[in-house]
């Protein structure tokens, strides 16, 4: 019974080793990819705003009450355009007063440099004729007191006389060269026009900043003021975009920085008008990342003109094209055994109805699929299947796999609350 025992044991284990050689014998059927070359493009998307290159805060630099407001939000205006009109009545009566003291002042100085000058010359040359027969006088009584004929006290008189004269003249005199073109007088009077027309230059520069105007050509943001109401300098009064290239301003994790580059074409979509594409091309990414936010800031703009539709701040969707290939042996990232990426990546072939690992270098990478450098060759058969081993015979059933059907997805996503992906979906 013991010798039975053995031998039914015996039997038994040639039997399960029959199964298990029979089994590692019997082709595993498994689903594989057989290799192709196909066009291969990676996009990268994510969410951007539109960004004017400098916004500016418009208010007045004076004390009034609000007349009219020229403009609205959206109103596209040219530099020198009236914006904000203040009540101006205080400030034309200043400048028509200003006007009147200047009107004062210069009839003044030409009334000096014209009559008051033949006055002063008429006044001069008559106490030289004064004086002149003040002395002529003088001489005469000098010799009849000498004769006797007269006293001395005429002779005094005389003299005073010759005095008197001499400092006539050098009154006139001294007017006259006061109205001279140095003279105090003109000077004077040249003084109080200058003064004059300052205070002209002042009212008129005061009643010029009643009006508030656009200082470049731009667009209105935000209206913050309303006619009747009081503003004081420092009061914001509109927000401007001024008019220069407009830029797309995007936040992309930093994960994708090696994808970017100037001068990558891409295909932006405003949310509110999916039906509108346009494109653009990427014009700078930040040297710096925010650490706060793990992501660097990349500009775009537009090519071939700024549409119409696009406002300040809009969100937009962005699909930047990173890398293409016109001809690839794309495989499906899905058939890759080793860690993307590590350096190490190795594929199974199926070779003789066998599995056989190989090693593999790869170029261009999207989400699902990469392009194959070295290691395989167009018609080699890749295994999809998992649970199978190298070694092992297999019997292959090749698998439809198309590309540009979306096979293999050839889009990454840069930011994860974007909607560009519903957008531009192909």
Not at 109 to 119: D, F, H, T
Not at 243 to 263: K, S
Not at 363 to 374: C, F, M, P, S, Y
Request: glycine share 8%; charged share 20%.
């Amino acid at each position: 019974m013991k010798r039975t025992g053995w031998l039914v044991a015996g039997l038994l284990l040639l039997v399960l080793a029959a199964a298990l050689l029979f089994l590692w014998l019997r082709p595993v059927p498994v689903e594989v990819v057989e290799l192709r070359t196909a066009p291969l493009t990676r996009t990268l998307q994510f969410s951007a705003r539109v960004a004017t290159l400098s916004r500016v805060n418009v208010g007045a630099t004076l004390t009034g009450r609000v007349a009219r407001v020229a403009v609205r939000e959206g109103d596209a205006v040219r530099a020198g355009d009236p914006l904000v009109l203040l009540e101006t009545d205080e400030a034309a009566s200043a400048l028509a007063q200003a006007e009147a003291s200047v009107a004062q002042a210069r009839a003044r100085l030409q009334g000096l440099r014209g009559s008051g000058r033949e006055v002063a010359q008429a006044q001069s040359a008559q106490a030289e004729a004064t004086l002149h027969a003040a002395e002529r006088e003088l001489a005469r009584t000098e010799q009849l007191v000498a004769q006797g004929f007269l006293s001395a006290a005429r002779l005094d008189e005389a003299r005073r006389a010759v005095e008197v004269a001499r400092a006539q003249l050098d009154a006139a005199r001294a007017q006259r060269q006061a109205l001279g073109d140095a003279g105090s007088d003109l000077m004077q009077a040249q003084a109080q026009l200058i003064q004059a027309e300052a205070a002209r230059a002042a009212a008129q520069a005061r009643l010029a900043q009643m009006t508030v105007r656009a200082p470049a050509d731009a667009r209105v943001l935000l209206r913050h003021v309303e006619p009747g109401q009081i503003v004081q300098p420092g009061t914001v009064l509109l927000a401007l975009a001024l008019a220069g290239p407009t830029q797309l301003v995007a936040q992309v994790d930093e994960r994708f920085l090696d994808q970017l580059a100037p001068g990558q074409p891409a295909q932006v979509v405003a949310d509110a008008f999916p039906a509108q594409p346009f494109a653009a091309r990427v014009l700078s990414i930040a040297p710096a990342v925010d650490a706060a936010r793990g992501a660097v800031e990349v500009k775009l703009e537009p090519a071939g003109g700024v549409p119409e539709f696009l406002r300040e701040d809009m969100t937009l969707s962005v699909e930047v094209r990173t890398g293409a290939r016109d001809q690839a042996l794309v495989l499906p990232l899905a058939a890759l055994r080793g860690e993307v990426g590590s350096g190490a990546d190795t594929a199974w072939r199926v070779q003789d109805g066998r599995v056989v690992p190989v090693a593999l270098r790869l170029g261009l990478r999207t989400l699902d699929a990469a392009e194959v450098l070295a290691g395989l060759s167009a018609g080699d058969r890749v295994v999809l299947t998992r649970g199978v081993a190298p070694g092992m015979r297999v019997r292959a059933r090749v698998v439809a796999w198309n590309l540009a059907a979306g096979g293999a997805a050839d889009r990454d996503q840069a930011d994860p609350t974007s909607a560009v992906g519903r957008a531009l979906a192909r």
